[in-house]
């Protein structure tokens, strides 16, 4: 049997009844759970800090959720009731004016419940499950970018750039561009070569038009692939003029947000970066992509058998058999029971997708979907 990977979501236990909950898409249960969890499983005012971020995930999934059914006005009322408990969480204040503006709160009527024929406003759309990251991501970086003056109000910083690392083919690129949809950034997308020049300093120079370009084009995200290729650790062995381009670079990231530029970087392999990159002031946060948790998996295998000769699939079993493996795998285990099916002249099944699953080991080791910290927050 294919050795599995390890969940890369938080480790409270009430998370993975979550997420269990949205894998077999009992919307209602899981919101009652998480009101549970903020008003009854978690003191309201602890301030010991793992405490404080259980909560603060909960509080998030919470209004991720109701948005994404379109009981906006439902979310609203949650922030506000968040606002008058804690008025110094500015992260809840951003949510809040924003949950305004979507509800047409002053002079218009509010958006109604999903239940009484409002679309819903799905803000990630395409993007299955990671709701811990997507959490993390509307505290730390969504929020301070779509309400910049109420940030800089309470003296806070907006993000600088933000650094996402995990196992390859997890997303990673996906979720870059989903942010830049989400808070309206021009997207720069860029590759190492599209740096690499043959001239002395010509990397420099390239480096330096490239946020130009994109101050230019404010507001902008630059989004660097295979970043640990871009910046390497400067150990000597490398040629003057590669050190002198990671130092441009370097120049360039201080600081970037006051020219309403963000810094995107993806890498598979983040203990390759120069340390220098990711202190703060530079990359602010550090965000693991792990391979798809429940949630994902399930939806994954719906749509990829959505349109298919399939009978009495069960996504539940095969998501949570499924755990470890990334989307082109997943794609690929369906491919390989949509052929079998079709020699046979017959629907897809669940034991054709199930076998498939059994003789396909992911290619991710263990170890690799571990969620690890690195560089500056490593003793966070």
Request: contains cysteine.
């Amino acid at each position: 049997m294919p050795q599995r990977a390890t969940e890369t979501t938080s480790s409270a236990p009430w998370f993975s009844r979550f997420q269990g909950l949205l894998a077999a898409r009992k919307t209602d249960a899981a919101l009652r759970l998480l009101n549970n969890v903020i008003e009854n499983d978690l003191p309201l005012f602890d301030v010991e800090r793992e405490i404080a971020a259980d909560r603060r995930v909960a509080w998030l999934c919470r209004i991720d959720l109701l948005r994404e059914t379109g009981r906006l006005t439902e979310a609203l009322a949650w922030a506000c009731l968040e606002c008058e408990l804690h008025p110094d969480n500015v992260a809840a204040l951003a949510v809040k004016e924003e949950l305004k503006r979507l509800s047409r709160i002053g002079g218009r009527p509010p958006v109604e419940s999903v239940h009484r024929g409002q679309a819903p406003l799905v803000r990630w759309q395409g993007l299955a499950g990671m709701r811990q990251l997507r959490a993390e991501l509307e505290q730390d970086v969504i929020s301070p970018l779509l309400d910049p003056e109420l940030y800089r109000r309470y003296r806070i910083p907006l993000p600088n750039g933000i650094l996402l690392y995990g196992p390859p083919g997890c997303g990673k690129t996906f979720i870059a561009n989903k942010l830049a949809d989400i808070i309206g950034f021009r997207f720069f997308d860029i590759r190492p070569a599209d740096l690499g020049s043959i001239y002395v300093h010509g990397g420099q120079r390239l480096i330096r038009d490239l946020f130009k370009k994109a101050a230019d084009a404010a507001p902008a995200m630059i989004f660097f692939d295979e970043f640990d290729a871009l910046v390497p650790a400067r150990d000597g062995r490398a040629g003057h003029h590669y050190e002198a381009e990671v130092n441009e670079l370097l120049t360039q990231l201080n600081e970037c947000s006051e020219r309403k530029i963000l810094v995107v970087a993806a890498t598979n392999r983040a203990e390759k970066i120069d340390p220098a990159v990711l202190r703060p002031g530079r990359f602010d946060k550090h965000f693991f992509v792990g391979p798809p948790d429940i949630e994902a998996r399930v939806e994954l295998f719906r749509l990829y058998l959505a349109n298919r000769p399939a009978v009495a699939v069960d996504y539940l079993k095969l998501g949570a058999a499924a755990k470890g493996y990334t989307p082109a795998e997943i794609r690929e285990i369906v491919n390989e029971a949509a052929r079998a099916a079709l020699a046979k002249r017959q629907p897809i099944s669940h034991d054709e997708v199930q076998h498939a699953l059994r003789n396909r080991a992911p290619a991710l080791a263990p170890e690799q979907a571990v969620r690890r910290k690195i560089g500056f927050l490593a003793d966070d």
